[in-house]
């Protein structure tokens, strides 16, 4: 079975890439294929990864205050790839007002400080997509 | 010890220890540290055994400093309450300085956003959604001009949390404080200027390492003949430690920095009494109680060591660190937000009995937000309280002498100077640095945390124990777009309203000292004062020494 690839992605001009590797590694040990990007990613660095590595899932990584700019872009650059299946997940330091506008662009799961990796793992396995 | 030896120790566990253990088991088989550090059930004076009273603890204020720097530790003189603030624009930031110093802060500590530690301009394409975010935005002489405005420069001690752009930072103070009228002689602040951490932890380079080492000397070089006060370099283990470094890396790691810095600074023509006295350092203080003060008062020891029998310094303002404290940001959770305030007021508690110079206590919404008014506040009273209330400021250094502080603080020496023969033997921290060597064993330790949270080995509490469904919001500032569109208007007005001839000739005249071997200090205050931007100042030594880009690994 083809395992599932995931392209970790730091953008924004912060360099706090702890969550980034942290979770990076457990998806690993979680037995998934992970492409950590590194830092300061444009969202079209970011994309053109994905389609490189034939994602399956795009987890962003953001601390700075930025997301409002990065996640609408982001989606609006993987829809006019015919990329929209691809599960997008945000990480990081959000406010809670701004949670449902990243649902509104396609941003499927939103996870906040102190979630399990566990949390995430499964969520990722339940909400990929099914592949031919 | 001999096997006849039948100690206290030994009589003490086999007639009453075993007994009770036998009714009672203990909680866990063993005890760590936050830090995965072992931890014995009992400490006695069999563990001071290998350490001298006179030349490992000796007394406060005398070498090596284990018991502090200051012969009457706060008896003499408190710490300062020095609270890290920054958002928006210059002016909404000033503002809150005022209100802090007049709340009874003791100095200022600013926080800039990303774009300006980044060295890039508002307008810049990657500054797009982060202009006043995560602090204030500087982008010229005239936003350091409105932060400061109406406060004495020759009144106050300012900090600037700056590295990859800190000499441009710095020149804009100084030349604030020169149209003030104050002395550079009589300024006194400090900047943090420390690049390696940047490659390490934080992550906020712009130049290769070794250009980056060189601005940092010049600092060091120009503030020993005209800004004699100034600490020129704040050696931070905060955010080694916050992006998950153990205490003991944290120690080593930050010393094997500071050590770095000295090197260089010599081998630049500087004599080490000169400068090193102007050398302090930055650390974090995380929850493990007992762990923190040990490793203060390691560092200590450490350094003075260090500073006298390896770089035969003879000043003794030389083998004296001084440091700040940080709580840890790290620690705080977004889950039942006002557990934060404990924490907070436990890490302060550890950082000023293992006697910081100064101090930062973060507030409760901090693992939401930047801190509202009302939360930093709160914050700065946590401080007072432990200063005016807890009593624990009229002795020093308290724990001296503590069967268990004493030997936590020795196996905290030995791990850090393990950790300096490891890089010593690679050719010091930038060799290190360009290696990886300690961004991976940074990563190592914070997923071997993480794992042991989810095991449920540690608890945090109110995240993976004593869970709430529900918790009541708390409010939270919101930094919006204005501050952002305000920059850019100004930004818009300055380019416009200065002198583009002048702005040119001294962007040329900083490459050309870039180029050369001549300290940039002079050329960039040139540029400040006519008003070029940092990012065009940072612009022009991106152009004669390139951008820094790390290894992305997991």
Known sequence: MRKLRVVIAKPGLDGHDRGAKVIARALRDAGMEVIYTGLRQTPEQIVSAALQEDADVIGLSILSGAHNHIAPKLMSLLKAQGMDDVLVLVGGIIPDVDVPKLHEVGVKGVFLPGTPMQAIIDFINSHVRARA | MGATADTDRMRWQRETLEPALTKAPERAATFTTISGHPIHRLYTPEDLAALSAEADIAEPGRFPYTRGIHASGYAGKLWTMRQFAGFGTPQETNARYKALLAAGGTGLSVAFDLPTLMG????????????????????????????????????????????????????????????????????????????????????????????????????????????PRWNTISVSGYHIREAGATAIQELAFTLRDGIEYVQWGVEAGLDVDAFVPRISFFFNAHSDFFEEIAKYRAARRIWARVMRDRFGAKDERSWKLRFHTQTAGVSLTAQQPWNNVVRTA?????????????????????????????????????????????????????????????????????????????????????????????????????????????????????????????????????????????????????????????????LDAMKAAAEGRDNLMPPILEAVRAYATLGEMCDALREVWGEYEEMAVI
């Open chain 2, 346 to 506: 436990i890490q302060a508690l550890s950082g000023v009995l293992g006697g910081t110079q100064s101090l930062h206590t973060n507030s409760l919404d901090e693992a939401l937000a930047l801190p509202t008014e009302e939360a930093a506040t709160l914050a700065l009273r946590t401080q007072q309280v432990l200063a005016f209330e807890s009593g624990v400021t009229d002795h020093v250094d308290p724990f001296g002498g503590s069967y268990f502080v004493e030997a936590l603080t020795r196996e905290m020496e030995e791990g850090a100077i393990a950790y300096f023969d490891q890089i010593d033997a690679v050719g010091g921290m930038v060799a290190a640095i360009e290696r990886g060597f300690p961004q991976n064993e940074i990563a190592e330790a914070s997923y071997r945390l993480q794992q042991a949270i989810e095991r449920r080995e540690k608890t945090i509490v109110g995240v993976n124990d004593f869970v709430q469904r529900e918790d009541t919001p708390i409010p939270t500032l919101y930094v919006d777009e204005q501050a952002a569109a305000a920059q850019l208007a100004r930004l818009r007005d300055l380019r416009a309203s200065r002198d583009q001839a002048r702005v040119r000739g001294a």
């Open chain 2, 120 to 227: 890039r301009d508002p307008d810049h394409d990657l500054s797009l959604g982060e202009v006043g975010k995560c602090g204030v935005s500087i982008a010229s002489l005239a936003d350091m001009e409105a932060l400061f405005e109406g406060i004495d420069l020759g009144a106050i001690t300012t900090s600037m949390t700056i590295n990859a752009p800190a000499a441009m930072i710095f020149a804009m103070y100084l030349v604030v404080a020169e149209r003030q009228g104050v002395d550079w002689r009589q300024i006194s602040g400090t900047i943090q200027n420390d690049i390696l951490k940047e490659y390490i932890a934080q992550k906020e380079f712009i130049y290769p390492p070794r250009p980056s080492m060189r601005l940092v000397t010049d600092t060091f070089a120009f503030c020993t003949r005209e800004v």
